[in-house]
T-cell receptor
Framework: GQNIDQPTEMTATEGAIVQINCTYQ??????LFWYQQHAGEAPTFLSY??LDGLEEKGRFSSFLSRSKGYSYLLLKELQMKDSASYLC??????????WGAGTKLIIKP | IAGITQAPTSQILAAGRRMTLRCTQD?????MYWYRQDLGLGLRLIHY???????GKGEVPDGYSVSRANTDDFPLTLASAVPSQTSVYFC????????????FGEGSRLTVL
């Protein structure tokens, strides 16, 4: 079967760095996405990785290792507004997205 | 600049009733999707449409139907609602970007009693 695993909840301190991991087992691979979803709102796109390595975009970076079926999202200089759920999703062989349940990130002052 | 508009935002309805969730996009995206989001689960694809005039079944299509008469509109119909269809429903579209990223509507919270 297809499976995306990510931690249910993480807590971090304002100004710190946090890494959210995602492991996946899918039939085929057509890219890995990270989305941010604030409570009661729609998911919004953060990053896309299709090749191995690190993609940096401001305070957020995303890493992919296809051989290990592994990705992480790195958030630096955490701000209170970063409190949200972070969703990992993988494109399968049919280009349909398989979604993880999301990681709820709590930022404390 | 609307992007994707969903209606209604929230709805309570009795089991057995018919309900249509509306979704309209103004980005001229070819692909559109309906997902449901339940606590503790990832987004699950209900139905999708790769282009106007075509639709396909996702992971959880039973009890739902869709149509795609034109590029902009992609309504989702529950023919006879059941309590297990209580959920938050998101419409999304994709197109025009290399990654194929999804753009989501604000969601429709549906409660079936």
């Amino acid at each position: 079967g297809q499976n995306i695993d990510q931690p249910t909840e993480m807590t971090a301190t304002e100004g710190a760095i946090v890494q959210i991991n995602c492991t996946y087992q899918t039939s085929g691979f057509n890219g890995l996405f990270w989305y941010q979803q604030h409570a009661g709102e729609a998911p919004t796109f953060l990053s896309y990785n299709v090749l191995d390595g690190l993609e940096e975009k401001g305070r957020f970076s995303s890493f992919l290792s296809r051989s290990k079926g592994y990705s992480y999202l790195l958030l630096k200089e955490l701000q209170m507004k970063d409190s949200a759920s972070y969703l990992c999703a993988v494109g399968d062989s049919n280009y349909q997205l398989i979604w993880g349940a999301g990681t709820k990130l709590i930022i404390k002052p | 600049i609307a992007g994707i508009t969903q209606a209604p935002t929230s709805q309570i309805l009795a089991a057995g009733r018919r309900m249509t969730l509306r979704c309209t996009q103004d980005m001229r995206h070819n692909a559109m999707y309906w997902y449901r989001q339940d606590l503790g689960l990832g987004l699950r694809l209900i139905h999708y449409s790769n282009t106007a005039g075509t639709t396909g079944k996702g992971e959880v299509p039973d009890g739902y139907s869709v149509s795609r008469a034109n590029t902009d509109d992609f309504p989702l119909t529950l023919a006879s609602a059941v309590p297990s269809q209580t959920s938050v429903y998101f419409c999304a579209s994709s197109g025009g970007t290399d990654s194929g990223e999804l753009f989501f509507g604000e969601g429709s919270r549906l409660t079936v009693l």
